[in-house]
């Protein structure tokens, strides 16, 4: 269980005619990839639900701490990705490294972090799509709008995009970075203007407080704190000091999408110089951009009058400017198309990296003989996101996310100490500096945060490990090609 697939071979693999993906990315794809996905939902919607429930204008420092986490995560997939430019990110990594279980859980963990997060950006899309409509005097019949509260109903637009989407992926990963590209051009362009133009209706008296009071998270569904919490003696609260670090553990949704990059790595022309460059772009650059819109937004609109579903637009809204919140709707609605887009596209091709190791039906690895695409996990992984995102509510799903991607940094900056201690010949392009002691902040880093999602949070993503301990132990270990070979 603990056998570990060699970097010769995980690259060899790549070369396999009907299992070799299409090379033909750049370092300009790979950070077009990464700001268009990192910047979505969480700017776009996250926003208004964090400073409301969480920190208030202190929203700012939280995306600063969410994007320190993720720069020392981002230096350690920077390391792996130069040096195993094979598709499936951490799962590679980790079968490289730590094992083929780790792997199996890590990329088990990531199948569901991307399809989830696939939908959390779909149904965000949807909402601003709604609000467009509701401009132009149009609205969908309640029970296609989606689940509101206690109101269930199916989303019909977040189910179509998903779809769409899906089609559009099959066709080739080329076409996908056209357009990502278009819509990256016209989504940055908003966000800007959100910054320039809202700094004009900025009110000082809105930053007050800047660090509202603690007040202890309420505990609900029957469990007060995970056994981890319980350990340390730490209660998550909202607001205060401690409530930035909540606010962080829910913003860092917002930059999900730089290990995105590191998925694509096998698509990559020159991956060793380029992947390195993409993820660690991608991330300044929407650093920036999260902290200036974040200070703009809270102080445009006090924060307990923030709205959760469209807090930009409205933002707008509230200081009598409902041309630039149509436009800021209009972006939103644009940009968010191919946050969706890139995190299908993540998933697909951990799936199909797992199917090509024998881990799941070979089938599922199979490339089309004219796009290069793995076709089938698309087609597969595209249904079942487009079911998803029509039955889920938002907010519970990008906390199941977000605990996700914290688990996949723990198992990347763990395997970076590993890899350089068992193979240090190996060529690295890049390399993290200050080794052991980055990765083990990085570590840390993202264990914290993780104590700062809800207990629900840690109830689930646990049944979905239990779940895929099963699968594997009744399919992947018995058709592992590793495990035959040995």
Known sequence: MFRTKGV????????????????????????????????????FVLTGVVARENAGPATAIAFVVSGVVCGLAAL??????????VAGSAYTFAYASLGELPAWIIGWDLVLELALGCAVVAVGWSGYVRVLLGNAGLSLPEPLSGTHGDRFGFDLLAFILVLALTAVLVAGVKLSSRITAVIVAVKVTVVLIVIVVGAFFITASNYQPFI????????????????????????????GVMGIF?????VFFAFIGFDIVATVAEETVSPQRDVPRGILGSLF????????????????????????????????????????????????????????????????????????????????????????????STV????????????????????????????????????????RRRRPELPRSFRTPFVPYLPVASVLASLWLMLNLPAETWLRFGIWMAVGLVVYALYGRGHSRLGASH
């Open 212 to 239: 509202p009071p603690a007040r202890p998270r309420p505990a609900a569904g029957g469990l007060t704190a995970p056994l981890i919490q319980l350990i340390v003696g730490y209660t998550p609260t909202d607001f």
């Open 246 to 250: 909540t606010a962080a553990a829910v």
């Open 285 to 376: 650059i929407c650093t920036l951009l999260y902290v200036a819109v974040s200070l703009v937004v809270t102080g445009m609109q006090h924060y307990t009058q923030l709205s959760v579903d469209a807090p930009l637009a409205d933002a707008f809204k509230s200081v009598g400017h409902p041309f630039w919140a149509g436009l800021i709707s209009f972006g939103a609605a644009v940009g968010l198309t191919s946050v969706c887009m890139i995190l299908l596209l993540g998933q697909t091709r951990v799936f199909f990296a797992m199917s090509r190791d024998g881990l799941l039906p070979r089938t599922f690895s199979q490339v089309h003989p004219r796009f290069g695409t793995p076709y089938r």
């Open 8 to 43: 010769e071979q995980s690259i060899r693999d790549t070369e396999d005619p009907g299992f070799a993906l299409r090379k033909s990315l750049s370092a300009l794809d790979l950070t077009v990839f990464g700001v268009g996905v990192i910047i979505g939902t969480g700017i």
């Open 76 to 85: 350690c997939y920077a390391e792996f990705a130069s040096t195993v430019p």
């Open 380 to 419: 597969l992984l595209g249904l079942v996101v487009a079911v998803v995102a029509g039955l889920t509510s938002i907010q519970e799903l990008a906390e199941l996310v977000n605990i996700g991607t914290l688990f996949a940094f723990v198992v990347v900056a763990a395997g970076v100490i590993l890899l």
